[in-house]
């Protein structure tokens, strides 16, 4: 490491000043924090301070020594550039040039597993890193995110304060909040937007039923949508939602949702999410199956060669109007909590398998702000944990069981008619399913382990006594008892 002699005169420095940097940057500024910016690219530096240089007290450098040596001990450096090799880079020119004790965060959207393996180099070394999760997007970084830090406790006390005067803040608390030890914040991160992707494709639902069932067009159900966000929905999403369908199409006069081609994108958080999920034995059903629909509205081939399938379709009969969108509001509001309690149990069975001790209800707090998720029953999400931190099941929990139990005839008419008219509800149903799994007495999983003990001597255990026991399926049939 190379001591720098020179006046460190920053609070806390920014490297990568592109949207987002640049947006984080100019949020500290503006909050009173002296901030040290450097880019890769001198220009982007200063295009910036060309543009927003008046905005507070920034201290630009052309090179990353001077960069460094402008920051005050322990030293703070964000790093916000792309994802991945960059981030490396970043970080390994960072470690050359400071000193124990010093502090390097990545706000980016680094994979938790990177962030693991990065904080051990880094703590190696006798610095701190700390992994970030940001969200909120460009105009969240400049007015407010959701910020989500990993690392350790040391850290959070020199930049903790900094990052909770820049956060969203929600009944005057601040929407950012220590997560954990390494790879914590990234993870939450992650979580967070498998929930967002489960949130978007059961609203994705919710219209098509209306749409179709209603026969209205996007407009009307835009209504629909802004009148939802008035009531237990209310959320960011819902609110966007409305916007979206409202949009008309300068171009041809249409709405602008019938113009848009139905692929939708993804950058992968959702299916990290997934595999993770899949790694923790979670049963992540409501974010899996919205990871799966966007895949498979993006199956070009295959949907373009599915025009011999029929669909033996019934035409949806809609007789009440009114009671058609509330069950549509009910069925929705139930899968959405079933994401929400599979995300949140995700969340708990990490931090069991990577040694977090995370707070379920601080976590539901800080995400009521800034990020895309933020909605209106976070507030019961954190209620319920408060009660129990322990909850095994977040959707059974007094503060949801009444409203889902009285949604359930609504959600079960839905997803039937759903079925019935050949409208694909892979979230609905799916969440409807894990509901009935939750609460079934007996499972087919009996039959499940027979059949393992069958062909592969997998064994079994017993209702009615304790042990392991196998039977000799190609002999007598008689049982063992295995131990
Ligand atoms: P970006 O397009 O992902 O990255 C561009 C920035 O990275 C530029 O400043 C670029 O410098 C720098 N960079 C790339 N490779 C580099 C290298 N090898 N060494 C040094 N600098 C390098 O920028 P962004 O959209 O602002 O996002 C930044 C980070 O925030 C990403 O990790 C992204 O995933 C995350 N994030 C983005 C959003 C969003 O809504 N955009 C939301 C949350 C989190 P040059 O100018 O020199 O090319």
Request: charged share 25%; hydrophobic share 40%.
């Amino acid at each position: 490491m190379t001591a720098i002699e020179t006046t460190a005169t920053a609070d806390i420095g920014v490297v990568g000043l592109a949207v987002m940097g640049s947006n984080l940057a100019r949020n500290l500024a503006s909050h009173g924090h002296a901030v040290a910016v450097y880019n890769r690219t001198f220009a982007r530096t200063e295009s910036m301070m060309a543009d927003h240089g008046d905005e507070g007290n920034f201290v630009p450098s052309e090179d990353i020594k001077d960069f460094v040596a402008s920051l005050k001990a322990p030293r703070v450096a964000i790093i916000m550039v792309q994802a991945g090799r960059g981030t490396d880079a970043v970080i390994d020119q960072l470690a050359d040039l400071m000193d124990e004790g010093d502090i390097i965060v990545d706000c980016g959207n680094a994979n938790f597993h990177d962030t693991i393996r990065r904080e051990k180099d880094i703590r190696a070394r006798g610095l701190h890193f700390v992994g970030t999760g940001v969200s909120g997007g460009e105009e969240g970084a400049l007015n407010g995110p959701s910020i989500m830090p990993g690392g350790t406790p040391e850290s959070y006390a020199r930049l903790g304060p900094m990052f909770e005067s820049i956060s969203a803040q929600v009944d005057g608390e601040p929407c950012c909040m220590h997560v954990g030890s390494d790879g914590a914040g990234h993870y939450v991160k992650m979580v967070h937007n498998g929930i967002e992707y489960a949130d978007m494709q059961l609203i994705g639902e919710a219209y098509d039923l209306l749409r179709r069932g209603l026969g209205a067009e996007p407009a009307e159900i835009a209504e629909i949508f802004a009148e939802w966000n008035k009531g237990r929905l209310d959320s960011y999403l819902i609110e966007i939602t409305a916007e979206v369908l409202r949009q008309k199409d300068a171009e041809t006069g249409k709405a602008l949702v019938d113009v848009i081609l139905d692929r939708a994108a993804q950058k992968g958080t959702g299916t990290w999410t997934a595999q993770n999920g899949l790694e923790l034995g979670v049963p992540l059903t409501g974010i899996t199956e919205a990871v799966f629909a966007r895949a498979l509205s993006s199956s070009v081939a295959q949907r373009e060669g599915s025009g011999t399938l029929d669909g033996h379709v019934k035409d949806l009969q809609v007789e009440d109007r009114q009671a058609f969108i509330d069950d549509v509001e009910n069925a929705l509001y139930a899968s959405k909590i079933v994401a929400y309690s599979q995300g949140f149990q995700q969340i708990e069975a990490a931090g069991e398998e990577y040694g977090w001790d995370i707070d379920l209800g601080n976590l539901a707090r800080i995400w009521r702000g800034g990020c895309i998720i933020r909605a209106a029953f976070l507030n019961d999400i954190d209620e319920a944990y408060k009660k129990d931190p322990n909850l095994p099941l977040l959707m059974a929990n007094e503060a949801f069981v009444d409203k889902i139990n009285a949604a359930v005839p609504s959600w079960r008419r839905v997803v039937v008619m759903g079925v019935e008219a050949g409208i694909p509800l892979p979230a609905f149903s799916s969440s409807l399913a894990y509901f009935d799994g939750i609460r079934a007495e007996r499972l087919p999983a009996a039959l499940i382990q027979g059949q393992r003990d069958f062909f592969g001597a997998h064994t079994y255990k017993r209702v009615d006594k304790e042990g392991t026991f196998h039977t000799e399926w190609s002999g007598d049939r008689t049982e063992t008892t295995m131990s």
